[in-house]
């Protein structure tokens, strides 16, 4: 079965820290383009983070760039989506994205809340 599925949500305070997974199965992401989303309630879905296949480049969205990083084990098929210094604003459904020529592919999320 194709599918990725990401993992390690939950909830944490302002200031912790958490580490997204997102794990393939079905299919190898090492020709793909990888890239972390999110979405909070009652708002437009929000790019995070992109990596290339290689791992040799990444990129970030303003509001998360020197507290995020985006890695990938290309052994282990999983993408990963550091997250530190975490504010209450990171609150929502967080995704991730698997692109190449032939299609693009989605997980159905992880849940992230930042709350006291």
């Known amino acids: 079965q194709v599918q990725l599925v990401e993992s390690g949500g939950g909830l944490v305070q302002p200031g912790g820290s958490l580490r997204l997974s997102c794990a393939a199965s079905?299919?190898?992401?090492?020709?793909?383009?990888m890239s972390w989303y999110r979405q909070a309630p009652g708002k437009e879905r929000e790019w995070v983070a992109t990596?290339?296949?290689?791992?040799?480049?990444?990129s970030y969205a303003d509001s998360v760039k020197g507290r995020f990083t985006i890695s990938r084990d290309n052994a282990k098929n999983t993408v990963y989506l550091q997250m530190n210094s975490l504010r209450p604003e990171d609150t929502a459904r967080y995704s991730c994205?698997?692109?190449?020529?032939?299609?693009?592919?989605w997980g159905q999320g992880t849940q992230v809340t930042v709350s006291s």
């Open positions: 994205k698997a692109l190449s020529l032939n299609y693009q592919r």
């Open positions: 990596i290339r296949r290689d791992g040799s480049s990444t």
């Open positions: 079905g299919f190898t992401i090492s020709s793909d383009a």
